[in-house]
């Protein structure tokens, strides 16, 4: 088309509409619980956080000396030699120490640890050489570990205790005596054990165990891991080395019968462990006696609950009308239970025509504003549970053994608090602890959706953290093949992952409820070949799905935080939890076995609502009805600090793929979005054309040369790179040696995410040999690409003229 004046107008216009809709809610705030002040009193008075007063009537009474795991919300929590004890010259060693075992649910479980090379929590299960201790049973649990005794057979079977110790079926609860022999040489572990006494059979070996991934050389300590309700105590421990020329030296002996630990042994966490004597808070009753926080609790007007006490109270004697319980409100630690703003919660004994209870009352400013009758007397109930919530509006709830809960009107401010106990009262106070509780704005936080189609994650939304499992003793990848946790094929793969990798979330939240499913449970993406291995590495069963809350950082492990385990192992499907209050093991049936062959290739539906402390738990077939999320859980968990970031992990070396992640602020509203894509704006930026402004722009009429118009222009994009110019992108407008004119040569390039760019250059024919400078007229870019939930126009309008 021969043109004279040109007009050019381009008009790039796009609306794509993705409606999500939502109902307006308040979602900005979440209540959360962060632990205050406690104390086990096993270290008799911390003068650091409690002042006495009346102190004649203040003691501290308990037991011989010991160390013991005592909280049941730990996670892999270690007790552990400062120094390896292979190190040097030492050709062996010997560790002894009396050992009670507090827990009588086959799922708990201990573990002696002999292959720590440093100084962590958790366990190093991929390496082998520790050894698995339930109540019922002992047992290797790696391929390489060797069995030289009872189930000898079968590396990694248990052994029952009953077929090493007929009399001795189950360490619950029975005081034994451990002996451990450790060869550096061969790394076989001698045992022996008898019930704890004078008369222990220390000489008969009952077991013993090769441990075929440690290594002579390398230097490793010694380490008792504990989970969750695996309580114990521990005493007498005697460690003993032997060096190349048969002398002995001696590394530690303690009896824990101070509150001192010895600088031999190290606690990761030492407030999940208590050790000295097991003491308790001792009221002797010779006078009118206060224990009383010497910081003033900081009230936030924003919150109702404030506080909640729980301590155990048991009552030796109780004089009528005299008061013994828990005082708060007070101005100063100096001040009495009848000051100003006082709140006295207590229990009192009185005769009621002749029949003498204990009664349960609050005081305030010494005034008494209620009594209940508990029909029964302190000094029956033996240790009592009491818990407290106190309000800012002036009532506090009471709730003894977590049965009935009696709210009372009482005080509204806090201030110091503690024990109070009057004249003649013998009472003891072991046990206490204090939560208060916050208000968290998560007004800035986004609520956040991928179904993970694009490949693309926005790093203010979303982190993987890969920590592939090493070869033991190695810095090497146990399985170089597998790429761990990555973006495949429109889903968040976990393949072999290292049990430490995870996919976190860079919000924090405090409310949430959260959805995923999960498939291919078991399959990893790298093949494996006909024997079961990778990179020679036998792959083991996936064993469980890890949902971790109030993350700080990734540096965490999902055994640091509250975490989720949905569970597919011992030939059962199993939910529990790590860091919760509670560890009970929650049982599935039969058709929640994730990795069973019948349930090959079925996707997994999993809710989880965390919302003021409470953490609810459900989980599905993905066919099931979705109706079942709306019924009751199948877990609920109170009490859980759950405020912080939020990730997905696995078992060591497990695989699965998770699609349809949502996590969102909750509230009683909400309506749930279809989940679009997620763009990576550095998709949306179009080509970059440039002209060849050294290119003749006129030619002779009917000259023979031939032009090749795509020459004229060169396209380079961020994403796909150099981009070739072909004779499809390119409009000549007619363009001919063989008719004067004008012609406006266009060339039109798309990259491979859809961007579109334009440019133009204008060629003229003409008759006269007279040279003209040739005229670029234009260059036109634009995007054409789609913008979810965005509605937007461009107009170009450009005129050229000669």
């Given amino acids: 088309m021969k043109k004279k004046l040109l007009h050019l107008s381009l008009l790039f216009m796009f609306a794509f509409s993705f409606v999500i809709t939502f109902t307006a809610v308040n979602v900005d705030a979440g209540i959360m619980q962060e632990p205050y002040v406690s104390d086990n009193f096993d270290g008799g008075f911390d003068d650091e956080t409690w002042q006495k007063n009346g102190e004649a009537g203040i003691d501290f009474a308990g037991s011989e000396g010991g160390l013991r795991y ?52 958790g366990l190093d299960w991929e390496t082998g050489g520790y050894l698995l201790s339930r109540n019922t049973s002992i047992q290797v649990n790696n391929a390489n570990d060797t069995v030289h005794g009872p189930s000898a057979a079968v590396p990694g079977t248990t052994t029952g205790y009953a077929e090493m110790t007929p009399d001795i079926p189950s360490i619950s609860f029975v005081p034994l005596t451990y002996v451990f022999e450790y060869d550096v040489a061969t790394q076989t572990v001698t045992m022996y054990y008898d019930a704890a006494g004078d008369d222990a059979d220390l000489t008969t070996e009952r077991n013993s165990y090769t441990f075929g991934n440690l290594d002579e050389s390398e230097d490793y300590h010694f380490a008792i891991v504990a989970l969750g309700n695996g309580l114990f105590n521990l005493n007498n421990l005697s460690i003993t080395q032997t060096l190349d020329d048969d002398s002995e030296v001696v590394y530690v002996e303690e009896t824990f019968e101070t509150n001192e630990l010895p600088e031999e042994i190290q606690l990761i966490e030492e407030e999940k462990f208590s050790y000295g004597p097991e003491q308790e808070l001792e009221f002797t009753g010779s006078e009118t006696s206060g224990y009383v926080t010497k910081d003033s609790f900081e009230m936030d007007d924003r919150m109702n609950r404030q506080l909640n006490v729980n301590f155990v109270i048991e009552a030796d004697t109780m004089t009528l009308d005299q008061k013994s319980g828990f005082v708060y409100g007070l101005t100063d630690a100096n001040a009495n239970i009848d000051s100003e703003d006082a709140s006295f919660v207590y229990f009192v004994d009185r005769d009621v025509e002749g029949t003498v209870s204990t009664h349960l009352g609050v005081m305030h400013e010494g005034e008494v504003l ?35 809960t009696h709210t009372l009107e009482a005080g509204n401010t806090i201030g110091h608090f503690g024990f109070a106990n009057e004249t003649d009262n013998q009472v003891r106070i072991d046990d206490f602890s204090t939560v208060q509780y916050n208000y968290h704005d998560q007004s800035d936080t986004e609520n956040l959706y991928n179904n993970f189609n694009t490949g693309y994650l926005n790093e203010e939304h979303w982190e993987i953290d890969n920590q592939p499992m090493l070869m033991p003793g190695s810095e090497e990848p146990m399985v170089p093949s597998a790429e761990d946790v990555h973006l495949s094929d429109g889903k968040l793969v976990f393949d072999v992952a290292g049990e430490s990798s995870a996919f976190y979330t860079v919000p924090e939240f405090s409310n949430f409820e959260m959805r995923f499913t999960v498939s291919d449970y078991g399959i990893p993406l790298t093949p494996i070949d006909d024997e079961g291995m990778i990179d020679g590495v036998e792959i083991p069963n996936t064993y469980y799905v890890a949902v971790g809350m109030g993350y700080e950082e990734t540096s965490q492990n999902f055994w640091d935080v509250p975490t989720a385990l949905f569970q597919s192992r011992d030939g059962g499907s199993v939910v529990y939890s790590m860091n919760m209050n509670d560890n009970t093991i929650y049982p599935r049936d039969e058709r929640y076995v994730m990795n069973s062959e019948e349930n090959v290739g079925v996707e997994w539906d999993f809710k989880i609502v965390a919302e003021n402390g409470t953490v609810k738990l459900w989980m599905k077939q993905a066919g099931d009805p979705v109706s079942m999320f709306e019924e009751n859980p199948i877990a609920t968990y109170e009490n859980v600090d759950h405020l912080g970031r939020i990730a997905i992990s696995s078992s060591a070396l497990g695989s699965f793929k998770v699609d349809d992640l949502s996590i969102v602020r909750t509230s009683e509203n909400i309506k749930w979005p279809e989940i679009d894509d997620e763009q990576n704006p550095e998709t ?63 060339a039109t390039v798309t990259d491979s995410d859809g961007n579109q760019s334009q440019a133009v250059v204008e060629l003229v024919v003409r008759e006269t040999d007279e040279g003209a400078s040739g005229l670029v007229i234009g260059l036109l870019t634009g995007s054409l690409s789609i913008i979810v939930g965005v509605a937007a126009t461009s107009l170009y309008f450009i005129r050229f003229k000669k």
């Fill in 70 to 121: 005592n909280d049941p919300s730990g996670a892999e929590e270690v007790m552990i030699t400062s120094d390896p004890l292979t190190e040097g010259d030492v050709k062996s060693y010997r560790i002894q120490f009396d050992f009670e075992y507090l827990s009588d649910d086959w799922n708990d479980m201990v573990i002696f640890d002999f292959n720590k090379t440093d100084i962590s929590k």
């Fill in 370 to 404: 209620s009594e209940i009758d508990l029909e029964a007397q302190l000094i029956d109930f033996g240790r009592l549970d009491v818990e407290l919530v106190i309000k800012q509006i002036g009532y506090v709830d009471v709730t003894l053994n977590e049965d009935t």
């Fill in 684 to 746: 949306l930026i179009a080509p970059d054309i440039t002209v060849d402004e050294s290119l003749p722009v006129e030619y002779e009429l009917n000259q023979e040369e031939q032009v090749d118009l795509t020459e004229y222009f060169s396209v380079e994009d961020n994403v796909d790179g150099t981009i070739e110019v072909t004779d499809e992108m390119i409009d000549d407008d007619g363009f001919t040696l063989e008719e004067e004119g004008t012609y406006d040569v266009t």
